[in-house]
């Protein structure tokens, strides 16, 4: 069974550097085709994918915000941290956790999801 | 950057009704395309992959079809458990989610 858990503070101020864990069970992100992705969700909005490191440390990033990610994995704890740097009320969302691949390598959709984290920005 | 459409924002059907959702592509997304069901406070979960492959445990009445850059979501007798938003998303060059269409009880 595959399982993912998301972990960040709850309340961040502006301009703070916000750190996503993602910890997960039942796969390895060490195997191929593998890969683990970050998406978020303002209240009542849609949701916007952020970044993605596969296996081989391949990592993309969402071309809006690429200059304030940076995603990270441990295969030895079976996490993958994600930083999301100055951050702004905007950035008030549920932060989800997902995998690719690990059904079938062929193809990028995210399966399953994380239960998500709430990240409110405010001073 | 691809840019994804979904028509309608709101459909309003009644119970035992079909449903039919679309998704559309600024650009050729192939067949990469997936899509998700939301319900109120739960993580999304995924329905289709590669346009019309669906998932493990997801029931008969939901299809998808299309290509390209036009793809339609089917849900073909309502049930109660399916009002929810569903999201489709593609992955043929980056990942880039739609805005979601709303599928509420008539």
């Known amino acids: 069974q595959i399982t993912l858990k998301e972990s960040a503070p709850t309340l961040v101020k502006p301009t703070q550097t916000l750190t996503l864990t993602c910890t997960f069970s039942?796969?390895?992100?060490?195997?191929?085709?593998?890969?683990v992705g970050w998406i978020r969700q303002p209240p009542g909005k849609a949701l916007e994918w952020l970044a993605l490191?596969?296996?081989?440390?391949?990592?993309r990033y969402s071309p809006s915000l690429k200059s304030r990610l940076t995603i990270t994995k441990d295969t030895s704890k079976n996490q993958v941290v994600l930083t999301m740097t100055n951050m702004d009320p905007v950035d008030t969302a549920t932060y989800y956790c997902?995998?690719?691949?690990?059904?079938?390598?062929?193809?990028?959709?995210?399966?399953?999801w994380g239960q998500g984290t709430l990240v409110t920005v405010s001073s | 950057e691809i840019v994804m459409t979904q028509s309608p924002a709101t459909l309003s059907v009644s119970p035992g009704e079909r449903a039919t959702l679309s998704c559309r592509a600024s650009?050729?997304?192939?067949?990469?395309l997936a899509w998700y069901q939301q319900k109120l406070g739960q993580a999304p979960r995924l329905l289709i992959y590669?346009?019309?492959t669906r998932a493990a445990g997801i029931p008969a009445r939901f299809s998808g079809s299309g290509s390209g850059t036009e793809f339609t979501l089917t849900i073909s007798s309502l049930q109660s458990e399916d009002f929810a938003i569903y999201y489709c998303?593609?992955?043929?060059?980056?990942?880039?989610f739609g805005p979601g269409t709303k599928l509420e009880i008539k």
């Open positions: 997902a995998p690719v691949g690990v059904y079938d390598p062929t193809g990028d959709w995210f399966d399953p």
């Open positions: 039942g796969f390895s992100v060490s195997t191929s085709g593998v890969g």
């Open positions: 490191i596969y296996w081989d440390d391949d990592k």
């Open positions: 650009q050729s997304v192939s067949s990469n």
């Open positions: 590669g346009t019309s």
């Open positions: 998303q593609q992955y043929n060059n980056g990942y880039t």
